[in-house]
């Protein structure tokens, strides 16, 4: 073959490598034979989807011989109606992932500058260098954002901040003091894109809300999903909120049918079984406590969390422990790609899941 067409993509392309999810069971059932497998590796909630939401998504399958509202306009007014604003604000992506990437679709070009935590999710890189823009790492505080040096990082080249609060895959977070404080900083001319995938989850009395925030900064758009505490992951189906201009703007480059039919009506459904809500909340919340005490058994340290998941050190290289976890029947994620090559990070799980996994991490630790 005498052409290179991985050459001739664009040099932010060229650059990537792709995204890589936490392994699948079945691959995990295909390549070591082992029957009895649990994922705590993607951030998934353990209790899967409401039934409001499966019957929903059940009905909805009579009409897949059609295509989507595109607009969506049933689940945005729900939406709207559930968030407070106004259905103008609203962006629905196939996923919260696909709202990052029109955001950074819409609004780079070549040359501009990206900033972002040097912990975070592995989706801002991507999106950044995919539109051949220029990606800025911030040194990370206690493994969290600096909003400070975040702020300070910001040039006339800049024209998107990602933050995600709680922040994934370390599990920290940023009150509402420190947001204010960025936000007052950032030129109205630089998006903000807050990655609020864990929202739901979070507990802490001076965590921010970032719709609130939107009338005073106009330059803020909120990213929000269903793929987390509403348990629809395999749907995708996630939305933004900004202001109506950015949201017209995103919804010119958004693909016409991009959030299908079942995911539609389930999402729309999820909203309204507030007591998988709260049975998620109370599940995980219990989770946290159970990792947390069996990780500090194993004199293993963790890093404090207030999502769905436990990122810890394993005091060395963290491959021998996963692959030993691998052939326990238990995946969980290996962070070397994030740059924390001695760090696991687990999903909280059913009580019965997590004990397995702790169980499990102490045969690895031995070995």
């Not at 009409?63 to 007014?77: I, N, R, S």
């Not at 001076?206 to 909120?222: E, F, K």
């Not at 299908?260 to 729309?268: D, E, F, K, V």
């Amino acid at each position: 073959m005498s052409c290179d067409y991985i050459q001739l993509a664009n040099t932010g392309v060229q650059r990537l490598k792709p995204y890589e999810p936490g392994k699948p069971i079945e691959e995990l059932q295909r390549e070591l034979g082992i029957h009895d497998v649990i994922k705590l590796a993607s951030n998934e909630n353990p209790l899967g989807p409401s039934h409001k939401a499966l019957d929903a998504a059940r009905r909805a399958l009579e009409q897949v011989h059609l295509y989507p509202d595109g607009a969506g306009f049933e689940l945005k007014a729900a939406l709207s109606e559930r968030l407070r604003v106004d259905a103008d604000r609203l962006v629905l992506g196939n996923g919260s992932n696909d709202v990052l990437e029109l955001v950074a679709r819409a609004y780079l070009q070549p040359g501009d500058e990206v900033v972002f935590s040097e912990y975070a999710f592995a989706v801002y890189p991507l999106v950044t260098l995919a539109c051949s823009a220029t990606p800025v790492r911030v040194e990370s505080h206690l493994y969290g954002h600096d909003l400070a040096a975040m702020a300070d990082a910001i040039t006339e080249r800049t024209r998107i901040v990602f933050l995600a609060n709680p922040n994934n895959p370390t599990g920290t977070w940023f009150n509402d003091h420190a947001l204010d404080a960025f936000l007052a900083r950032v030129p109205e001319e630089v998006l903000v894109v807050l990655d609020e995938a864990y929202f739901e989850y979070v507990e802490e009395s001076h965590y921010p809300d970032g719709l609130t925030r939107l009338r005073d900064h106009p330059n803020l758009v909120v990213t929000r999903t269903f793929s987390k505490i509403h348990g629809l992951a395999g749907l995708r189906v996630g939305y933004g909120v900004a202001h109506p201009q950015v949201a017209d703007v995103l919804n010119r480059v958004r693909q016409p049918f991009n959030v299908n039919i079942p995911a539609l009506a389930a999402a729309q459904a999820a909203l309204d079984d507030h007591d998988h809500i709260e049975n998620s909340k109370g599940e995980n919340a219990a989770g946290l406590a159970q990792l947390a005490e069996g990780l500090a058994e194993l004199n293993l340290e963790q890093i404090p969390s207030v999502a769905n998941f436990v990122t810890f050190d394993c005091g060395g290289d963290a491959l021998p422990v996963y692959e030993a976890l691998l052939r326990d029947g238990v995946i969980v994620r290996p962070l070397g790609g994030y740059g924390l090559p001695n760090h696991l990070r687990v999903t909280i799980g059913t009580a019965p899941e997590n004990e397995r996994f702790l169980k499990a991490l102490g045969r690895a630790m031995a070995r």
